[in-house]
């Protein structure tokens, strides 16, 4: 949010520990209105099929009144490559989570009007997606996506009362089905962690494709839960002096045994 930021690209395990700025933001959209700026968001994450920790893509969002801009970079050779645009005139508001890359052509964006944004490049088009039937944010923290498999679906984890449900969805007809219930309830007992009276301090941090796992945020602590087995683990206790709206979590794919690169002796 600051004009003298900059986001960087590493490579640290490469001998010459090369970097890639994200690309500036596109060119200002024409307002459409008297008085409407361009609001731009970026976003960096990791496709599931390169795996060797280089695979980035970046998608760049831009709004001004009812327009709604996307760009997709690709990260070639630690060079940012602009690989496709798409625009549609839809009231969606900037995302507030991250992108959800569904097969290196298709992304998923939660935006803060409880929409789904659709962005489809090979057909240059842009959608919204309604949520379940009686899910709403309301910019609780309670909603996140996850990528599904190969059939180009998608989940939804959402936090309702003590309850985590899980839908699962089918971006063709845009219709949402119940997948699975958890009660945090249960599963955080063995944890020392009572959410009873709790219900709003519950908060989704981060999911795991396929909604194998979802890290919560119970009490000041980051709980990791395993939905296929119902283990849940605390893996961080939040400090009283730590800012809990600034907690941010990345599960990252570890390739092992870690491969490193030889250092150089020259000191």
């Known amino acids: 949010g600051h004009t003298d930021s900059t986001h960087l690209v590493c490579s640290p395990l490469t001998p010459e520990g090369r970097a890639a700025i994200v690309p500036p933001p596109a060119p200002p959209l024409p307002a459409t209105r008297p008085g409407d700026r361009v ?19 970046c998608v760049m969002t831009g709004y001004s009144g009812r327009q709604t801009t996307v760009h997709l970079y690709e990260l070639q050779d630690m060079h940012w490559v602009l690989r496709a ?62 990528r599904g498999d190969g059939s180009g679906g998608i989940y939804l984890f959402h936090v309702e009362g003590s309850q985590l449900r899980v839908f699962r969805g089918d971006d063709n007809a845009g219709n949402w089905f119940l997948a699975d219930t958890v009660c945090l309830r249960q599963v ?24 194998k796992f979802v890290f919560l945020g119970i009490l000041g602590a980051i709980i990791f839960l395993d939905i296929t087995s119902r283990k849940a683990e605390k893996v961080y206790e939040l400090a009283p002096r730590d800012d809990k709206d600034l907690v941010s979590v990345h599960p990252l794919r ?3 045994p870690p491969v490193f690169p030889l250092l150089n002796d020259e000191r």
């Open 39 to 57: 609001v731009y968001h970026c976003h960096e994450f990791l496709p599931g099929g390169g795996g060797d920790g280089r695979s980035y893509s």
């Open 85 to 146: 645009s798409a625009a549609a005139r839809l009231p969606v508001s900037p995302p507030r989570s991250k992108v959800v890359l569904v097969d290196d052509t298709r992304f998923y964006m939660l935006s803060a009007t409880n929409k789904i944004l659709v962005c489809d490049f090979p057909s240059s088009s842009i959608s919204a997606m309604a949520l379940p039937n009686g899910v709403e944010d309301g910019h609780t923290g309670r909603i996140m996506l996850s």
């Open 188 to 211: 955080c007992s063995n944890l020392g962690i009572s959410v009873e009276g709790q219900n709003a301090g519950i908060k989704l941090h981060a999911a795991g494709d396929n909604a």
């Open 254 to 256: 570890l390739m092992w």
